[in-house]
C-alpha cells in the first residue's frame, strides 16, 4: 500500500519514480496498491510514472491495484494508451558491403546527374548565345554586380599582402646569394602562373560557390525550383546560366586584377626593403614575364571558374528536404571545389613542364 | 472569477512602426478554446506572435499568465513561455532528429525527468495525437498531417498552461482536419489546457471554438460564440461566415469606357 501525498507533477515526478519502482521491486510485495485519495493534480509526466510502474508489475507477475481516485485523477489515467502500439522499426542500418554498393551507386547517380547538368548547361548556354532563347532580363548584370564587384576589394587586399609577404621572403633568401634582383622575376611569374589565379580561385569558392550552394539548395526545399519547372521554364536556363556566365567573365577578371595588385605589392617591398627602384622592377617583369605566361594564368582561372560554377549548382541542385542538406551542400561545395582546383593546377602544371613553355 | 489568462488593453501589433492591428483589447480565460480568425492579412498571425513572445507590440499593455510578457527580464521571461506551448503553421520540427526525439526535445531541456519516464510520456502524447508507433520516423518521411500532428505533441509535451496554434488544420483533408480538432478538444477537456488557435477553417471554427474574436479593419471587428457571429448582418462577417466571394464593384465598366 502506498499513500500518495501532493501534487504528481514534473517536478516530482523523478522521485516518485525512483520510489516505486523500489517498492515494485521487493520480493516481499505482491499487490501495490497506490492510494490517490490524499494526491493532488497529476500530470502527464504522473500519468506517464504510473503507466510504466504498471507494466513492471505486469512484468514481474504482480498487481496494481487504484484507490481514492478523484475524477480528475480518473480522467488524466483514462490517456494511458489501451493497447501497446507496434513501433514501426526503420530500416536496420546496411552493413559494410551494403553501404559500399549503395555509396558506389550514389556516386555513380552523381556522376550521371553532373554529366546531366553540364550538358544541359552547354545546350542552354549554346541556346542563349544563339539568341534562341534569352536569360531573365537584368540576371546576368545582377550576378557580375554580387560576384564580382562587391568581391574586388577583398581579392585585391588579398593579393597585395601576398605580393609584400613574397617579396620579404624572397628578399631574404634571394640576398643570401646576392640574388636580390631576380625577387622581381620570382614574384612576377609566381603571381602571374600561380598564385593569383589559385588564390582568387578560393576566394570566389568560398564567397560565391557557397553563396550559388546556399541559394539553389533553399529554392529547392521551398519548392521554388520546382514551380520553375512546372511553368515549363528550365530552371537551368533560369537559375545556372547567369551564375555560369557572370562567373566565366568574374573569375578571370578579377585573377588578372590580382596577378597587377600581387606585382605591386612585391614592388612596393622590393623598393622599400632591397632599394630596387620600381623602373628596373618593371623593366625585369617586361623582360621575363611573356604573353604565354598571362594566357597560362588566365586560362587557368576560367577553368577553376566553371570548376566552381558547376560544383555549386550540382550540389545545390541535389539539396534535400531539409535545413541539415542546405548546409551539407555548402560545406561539400567549398571543400569539393577547392580539392578539384588543387588537382586542375596539379594538371596544368605537369603538363605545362612537359611542354616546356614555363 | 480567476484572473484572466491573457490580457490585452489597448494593444497595437505591427512591424516597423507600421500598426496592423490597432487598440486591440481581449481577454482569454481558463479553459477555453479562442479562436482568432479573420480574413487573409488582416494581422492574426501577427498577433499570435506577439503573444508567444516574438514580437513586441507597439502599444497598449499585455498581460500572459498575469505578467506584462514583455516588461519582463529575459529569464523571466523565458520560465513564462515554458508554460506556453507553440505550434507553427509550418510545423517546424527538425527535420534532423526523429519523431520522438523532436517530442522529447522539451522534456530533455528543460525537466530532469528519468529517461523512462521521458520514453512513456512521449509514447502516450503520440498516441493522443494519433501517432501510435511513429517514433522513430523522420519528419522528412511523414505526410503534412502526420507532421502537424507531431508539432502538436511538441508544442503539448510540457502540459503547458496555454497553447497557441497557428493554422493547424490548414491544407489538410477533411478526415485529418477532423482528426486535428478532435486532439485539440482533447486537450482541452483532458489536460485543461486554454488554447488559442489562429484559423480561417470553417468547420474547424464551428468544431472547437467556444469563442472567436474576429480582427477586421484594423482591429477588432467583432467577438462571441460561432452561431453569434454567423448570425451578424454586419456584411464583411456575413461574407466571411457564408462565403460570399467579395469583388471589387465592377458593374458599368463598359459605360464608363464608352462615356
Redesign the interface.
Known sequence: MVQLHGDLVMKTARRLHGDLRTVCRRRDVRIVTLDFSEAGRIDSSGIAVVSLIAKQLARAGKKLDLTGLADHHKAALDLMPKQEPEVERPEPPPGAIEALGGAVIEAGSGARALLALIADIVRQSLAVVTRRKRLPAGALTHQIATMGVSGLFIVGLLSFLLGMTMAFQGAVQLQRFGAGVFVADMISVSMVREIAPLMTAVMITGRTGAAIAAELGTMRVRSEIDALSTMGINPVRFLIVPRIAAITLVGPALSLMGMFIGIGGGMLVAWGALDMPPIMFWQRITERVTALDFLHGVGKSLVFAWIIGVTASHLGMRTGGDALSVGNATTRTVVVSILAIIIVDAIFATISTLLRYS | MSTPLIECRGVSVGYDEKPVLENVDFVIEQGEIVTLLGGSGCGKSTMLRSLTGLLPPLAGEMLVLGKPLYDLSLEERNELLKKTGTAFQQDALF??MSVADNVALPLREL????E???K??V???L??VGL??????L??SMSGGQRKRAALARAS???PVIMFCDEPSAGLDPAVAATIDDTLNHFR???NITIVVVTHELESIRAISDRVIMFGRGSVMARGTVDELMASKDPEIFNFFHRVAERPDDTGALEQLTR
Request: hydrophobic share 40%; glycine share 6%.
Open positions: 527535420g534532423s525537466t530532469s525527468l528519468p523512462a519516464v521521458i512513456e510520456m509514447r502516450m502524447r498516441f493522443m501510435p508507433g511513429s517514433e522513430k520516423k519528419p522528412t509535451i510540457l502540459d477537456d483532458a489536460l
